[in-house]
């Protein structure tokens, strides 16, 4: 049988549009390698299907028109996937530096002054430089210091002046790029600290830049001031603090790259959803604000194009949960074009669930998530936390009991989910049992809601515990 194929590993990750342009590029710079194209033609046709599983006998035959006779034949034929990868890996990187302009751009550079164009090159330097004195991501500065390494110190016998100022604005790109780095290292190992169960360990090198800046003995760029902010915030993560990043944040939106904006939007909504856990509602307005902000300021949160599904979801619950159905309504309308196709369906699902629910329509949320089949367990959970919650609504008791325990089962054997969602979604299971037989008192149930730990729906179920009534004897 053939070995695994990685050439086709690596191409079941492109799209069959890509596929048909990464074809094009090899016909046109291996059209004297008729061979290879010839096990491409092959090999191509099992683009995200089922594996070729051919005998190499039969695999040969197909590319070479002859029947395999000696090892040398085989060993031709298992360098075709190797060589393809090597043509694919090539196209793939050329591809990137084409999406990527600083890179681009300042290949160019370098092509005008081997070319020797040095009027060109001129004209091209100071073109590149503009963008990037005006570029907001933490990385300008890295590409302003390979510019002006390149101009200074240029290998050539045309010293006409000694440019000094190009020495200054490179040791200043520097002294940026050293503060940005060291501060958001500072930030992301403070982070990590929090919310890791391995804390990182801290590093001493951060703290005479942090004393600089605190000091403002360095003038320091908007972006080096965000990350002294996320590190402030993340060694004293209290709501005061939280209101002094948003502001800054909101206030500086304009002058910041798209990956700290969104660095900086996630650890916000992080702190926020764990204060919601341990109980303060009262903050849900402000993780509402906070997603809308992501979705309506230049798509901060659909990154590469993709708004992560467990967001999504997590905008439909808080939207829904401070009753703003309307505007539920039409992001679920207008966004559930930037879920992943493979998981829009049941996503889109899960979200009317929600709506429909917080709606009172319980009816209409068992019919939509009887109609699905959820791929994801994550998916299938929630589903069915909506469902049994909406038979509990309908007072649909009669098989209630053995539903649940039949979630319960599924949960815990559950793969892929982490043991806190395991937990939280079986305790949900066990205090509905409660809720439906009603064998606690009244005082019991609630100190069962109030004491669990990790629990799906708590604020439900405690809403549900004011009109419960125990069986009595």
Known sequence: MMKKNTFLTHLNTLSLAEVKKFGRHLKANSADSKLLLKAYDYYVKFHKKTKPSYEPEEVFQKIFSRKLTSKADLRNLNNFPTDLLAKLKEYLIQKKVM???FEKDFLWLQVLEERGLSHQRALQFKKVKKEQNKAKDIWSSLNQLKLYNHEYFRNNFEKEDTKTPLIEDGIQSLNDFYISFHLKYAFESLNRKNILTTKPSSNPLLNAVISLIEKKQINTSPTNELYFELYQFSQERTYPKFIKLRTFLFDNVESLAQEEKLITLLSMINYIAGELKTGRHELAIDIFELYKFGIENDKILIHNGILDSVNFRSIVNIAC?????????????DYQIYLEPKVRLENVAIANSMLFFEQGKFEEVIENVEKYKFSEVNSTIISRIYELKSKYELSKYEN???ETESFIRFVKRSKNQGDANKLAASQFGRILIHLFQRKL??????HEIQTTALLYSRGWLVEKQKGYQPFTN
């Open 441 to 446: 008192s009244k005082d019991k149930l609630m």
């Open 99 to 101: 999406e990527t302009k």
């Open 400 to 402: 209630l009991d053995s």
């Open 321 to 333: 949960n401070l009753k703003q159905f309307d505007w539920v309504e039409n992001f679920i309308a």
